[in-house]
């Protein structure tokens, strides 16, 4: 009967000492995962600084002041004024109607806005171009990141699957042994 105990003990301490190697197996690897992933983000979260030229500069400034409602509304007012002070200074007036000299200035303006906000579009899209690799990187690190955790839980079930045979294989031994005793 002591054999027997001694040999539940070895088998229980042999298994729960399995047990312990793959937790502690899989806690290295979760940790190392973590540490990698941290170093991803931190990557993409910080700023590359960006030497710009004073043309591109102005261009951001520009598209930004005319993409906004401030330019929009004190546009708005500077036409009617302009019309305003022309309609009541009639006969006297620097632009009469048709405001030809307005539709000069608003000619001048659109031609040389157009190209400018275009140029600061561009410099957006290559951002943009660099914001979306990025997050393709991120999202290719995740996906191999689950395709090694189907990896990982199905070692992890093959082993558990093992250690339960080896169980179940044990517990038939015992049977078979107390049914000798009885007889």
Not at 171 to 182: P, R, T, Y
Request: glycine residues 2%; proline residues 2%.
């Amino acid at each position: 009967m002591s054999n027997l105990l001694d040999k539940q003990q070895h088998y229980l301490a042999s298994v729960l000492h399995t047990e312990n190697m793959h937790l502690k197996k899989l806690h290295s690897i979760v940790h190392d995962a973590m540490k990698e992933e941290e170093l991803i983000v931190k990557n993409l979260m910080q700023k590359r600084p960006e030497a710009l030229t004073t043309g591109q500069r102005i261009a951001d400034k520009v598209a930004t002041f005319g993409g906004s409602w401030a330019f929009i509304i004190t546009f708005c007012v500077i036409l009617v004024c302009w019309i305003v002070v022309n309609i009541i200074l009639a006969s006297k007036a620097f632009d009469p109607y048709p405001f030809i000299l307005l539709n000069l200035i608003l000619s001048c303006i659109a031609a040389l806005q157009a190209p400018v906000i275009m140029m600061s579009q561009n410099r957006q899209e290559e951002k943009d171009r660099q914001r979306a690799e990025n997050d393709y990187m991120v999202n290719l690190k995740a996906e191999i990141e689950i395709r090694n955790l189907h990896q990982k839980i199905n070692l992890l079930m093959e082993e558990q699957f093992q250690t339960l045979i080896d169980i179940q294989r044990y517990q038939v031994e015992l049977l078979e042994e107390i049914a000798g005793w009885k007889k």
